[in-house]
């Protein structure tokens, strides 16, 4: 059994931080509503704990970095995952179909035993969960921004993007709280369960989507593809459907996405011209954790120095969905220049989109 949780700073390395960002994913995930993926997180963390020999179940224990922010139970749950969907491990079934009385920590210490060479790759990279559910924080984003008094027309750029299943955003539908946004029917639908008041209801255009990742992924590729969905929790079905779509927009048009650190990204993109009456939107998912502490102060020195620059025909907007790990909630924080640059938390969300906290009325500046 694992501990109760405790919070621990996402950053954190050393003596005991391992089994503690063990426990600490058993809890989100518990929070969330993925039952079954802390099942798997905490048969892991058992096994760390155990005597259990191996080289994968070794590199984990002495991982040389911060395992919270590296995202190592997601990494190794992913890869569990994988053999599940390829039925490799027929075992793992009672687990993924969430059936009690199992001995879990047997099942996916047999997995790995069977297994080794082929998960261990999977600690080699953080996961990338891309999912299109967290585009109606940036919609929701830009309705409060047009409300600001920002131009509606936006050039969004994307780090960490993936798949580039969110730079598809202007491809797909939004009810959000009642205001509707994006062409009919729209490639995917999204209805959140809307907490608090509506957004404003403004029109706003997406002029372009560009966006990048260190190891960009090509959805028309089978199993890139299927890597990607060994990442999605499989409690959450309708995500696995929200995969297929995106599957086929790319196929018809892919995203336009470039393999660069999100640093270097940032730096070019802002040194382009910016039209007038155009607002430009940094945006980013579930990213920051994994983007090295050198970057992120190249990317906010550049987004400082370029909102300097920034004037009300040619605004700049930051807009960051990440995790509060002491809330177990995802929270949209937005900054933007000229006016805005100390930021305010306009939604509160579910990390996968089932529903939107908004915070953004009456906040101010």
């Known amino acids: 059994m694992t501990e109760p949780y405790k919070f621990i700073d996402i950053n954190a390395s050393g003596p005991g931080i391992v089994a503690a960002a063990f426990d600490n994913q058993v809890a989100y995930c518990t929070s969330s509503g993925a039952a079954v993926t802390a099942r798997v997180v905490a048969a892991l963390r058992d ?3 155990s005597s259990e020999t ?15 922010a590296d995202a190592v139970p997601l990494r190794i749950a992913g890869g569990i995952h994988s053999l599940h969907l390829k039925w490799s491990e027929p075992a793992l079934a009672d687990i993924y179909t969430n059936q009690p009385g199992s001995d879990d920590t047997a099942i996916i210490a047999a997995a790995i035993r069977r297994h080794e060479p082929e998960l261990l790759p ?15 924080n940036f919609i929701a984003a830009m309705l409060w921004l047009a409300d600001q008094g920002l131009p509606p027309r936006f050039e969004c750029l994307e780090i960490g993007s993936s798949a580039g299943i969110n730079l598809m955003l202007d491809r797909y539908r939004y009810d959000l709280g009642g205001v ?27 002029v372009s ?29 309708v995500r696995f459907e929200r995969m297929e779509a995106a599957i086929i927009e790319a196929t ?45 102060a ?7 120095a370029a909102g300097a620059r920034a004037t009300p025909e040619r605004p ?21 220049w000229p006016g805005g640059e100390q930021g305010v938390v306009v939604t509160r969300a579910h990390p996968h989109g089932a529903w939107l906290g908004w915070l953004g009325s009456d906040r101010t500046i």
């Open 180 to 206: 509707e946004v994006g062409p009919e029917p729209g490639a995917i639908r999204f209805q959140p369960e809307w907490q608090g008041d509506a957004p404003p209801d403004r029109k706003i255009e997406i």
């Open 54 to 68: 191996g080289e994968l179940l070794d590199r984990i224990r002495n991982w040389p970095g911060a395992p919270l």
């Open 209 to 237: 989507t560009r966006g990048c990742d260190v190891a960009p992924v090509d959805l028309t590729d089978p199993e890139q593809a299927t890597r990607l969905k060994a990442y999605i929790w499989p409690e959450h079905t």
């Open 122 to 136: 999977w600690l080699d990279g953080p996961p990338q969960t891309n999912e299109a559910g967290r585009s109606a």
């Open 47 to 49: 096994l760390i704990e």
């Open 298 to 304: 190249r990317v906010t020195a550049a987004m400082e």
């Open 252 to 296: 018809k048009r892919s995203p336009d996405l470039v393999r660069m650190n999100a640093a270097d990204f940032v730096e070019a993109e802002l040194a382009r011209p910016q039209e007038a009456g155009t607002t430009r939107m940094l945006m980013h998912s579930i990213v920051w954790q994994y983007v090295p502490e050198d970057q992120q």
């Open 316 to 336: 700049l907007v930051w807009v960051a969905l990440e995790a509060n790990r002491v809330m177990h909630i995802h929270e949209m924080v937005v900054r933007y």
